[in-house]
């Protein structure tokens, strides 16, 4: 039987990660599918203050299927000003 795919086997999350986005309830694949990744990451910077803008590059990698490096250099600036307009910047 094929095992289910964790956190830890999508692209750009590994252990650490996996286990931040587990303390604030992203659980299952399907639960970061289904989490808007903005909030999902204020809510990653409240808990863990030290967050890198790193992690919120891997979770829209993760989500799109795609290498958190092409997030980061094709929506650096996008994000930045979502950031900014959610007074996190």
Known sequence: MKQPITL?????????????LRDVGI????????????FLYQSLKRRFPSTSLNL?????????????????????????MRLEEMGMA
């Open 8 to 20: 830890e086997h999508l692209p750009g999350l590994g252990p650490k990660s996996s286990s931040m």
């Open 27 to 38: 659980v299952t694949v399907r639960d970061l599918y289904s989490a808007d990744p903005y």
């Open 56 to 80: 919120l590059y891997a979770i829209m990698g993760a989500q799109e299927q795609r290498h958190w490096l092409e997030i980061k250099k094709e929506r650096r600036l996008e994000i930045l």
